[in-house]
Structures are given as C-alpha cells and as structure tokens.
C-alpha cells in the first residue's frame, strides 16, 4: 500500500486526535501532531506559500530569533 505525504500526514492527525479524546498518551498525541503539522507545512512551502510559521515569525519585529523567545 502507498500513500503520498498528504495522506500520511493525514492520518497522522487522525491518530492524533482519535489518541487524545480516548485519553492516549500526550506525549504521543504531541508527537504526531507535530509530525503532521511538520509535513503539512512542507507542502506548502512547496507550493511558494507562505506557511503559518512564516506568519508568525513575520508578526515579530525581530525575527526568527525573537519568535522563539517566545
């Protein structure tokens, strides 16, 4: 079976949820969570979008540093 990323980040995200409403382990939750996000943004990119990071890091006068501070 084959999957392309957005499919693989998809059901990344539905683990993730089904994980966290039937009490699943929060570090796992996060996990993958944080993988889809990871893919998603990445395909975006690839499109020549900009990604929410971009926004965020945009919304701080100091940059990428500055954002992390956060």
């Not at 570090?27 to 900009?50: I, K, P, Q, W, Y």
Request: negative net charge; glycine residues 8%.
């Amino acid at each position: 079976m084959k999957f392309n990323k957005e499919q693989v980040a998809a059901r990344q995200l539905d683990t993730a949820i089904r994980m966290m409403f039937d009490g699943g382990d929060i570090v796992s939750v996060h996990t993958l969570a944080a993988a889809a996000a990871t893919v998603f943004r990445n395909l975006l990119e690839d499109t020549g979008e900009d990604t929410w990071t971009d926004a965020i890091i945009e919304a701080f006068p100091g940059g990428k540093k500055q954002a992390r501070q956060f």
